[in-house]
C-alpha cells in the first residue's frame, strides 16, 4: 500500500484553548470542571427545568460529555431519571443544588447550570428553549427602582391607571354618589 493510498487520519488539536471553566454546589461538596468554549448557552424555559431550579427559567451552558469532569465529590451526587423522557438530573446530595442535566436524546452532552461557574464559559446565552411557556410573573427587563428604606432591593412601580375626565381622585374605587 502507497501513503497516498492510506485513509487519512484525523488531526488532533487541543480541545481547550485556554483554562477550563470551573464551577461548583452551594455547599463545595461537588467541583466541576469543562473545556472552553463551551458548546453553546440558553435559557431554558420548560416545565420541568423551572420545576427542577425552583426558578422562573434555568440558565444552562451545554458542553460535549468528554469535555466535563467531576473534579470533586463524584460520590456525592445524586441522579434523577424522568422515564418517559430518559433525561437524567444529577445533584448535590448534601445541598441539593441541580449539577448537570443529560438528555436522553443527546447522550453526547451534558448541560450545567450557568450559575454554578465562577467566571466565564466561553458562550453567552443567546438561545430560549420553550419561550412559549414563560410565565407571567417572569421579570422580563422592565424598569426597576430602588425602594426607599431597603437598601439593595429595587422594585417594579405598578402601573398607573389613568383617570377618566370627571372622575373623584379621592373615591378610591367607590361608587359615585348621585
Known sequence: MFPEDEPEKKKSRPVSAGKPA?????CGKVAFEIDVPARWAWHDHSPASRRAHGAAYATYVGSWRKRFRITKGKTSLGRYEDQATKAVRSFCTHC????CYE???????????????SGRTGRQPLYHIGIEELQEWAWTGEPLVPLKGFPG????????????SGEDPLSLGRARQP
Open 153 to 164: 432591593v429595587v422594585w417594579q412601580r405598578s402601573k398607573k391607571k389613568k383617570r377618566v
Open 22 to 26: 470551573a464551577g461548583q454546589c452551594l
Open 96 to 99: 441539593g443544588t441541580p449539577i
Open 103 to 117: 438528555r436522553g436524546r443527546s447522550p453526547h452532552m451534558v448541560n450545567i447550570p450557568r450559575a454554578l461557574f
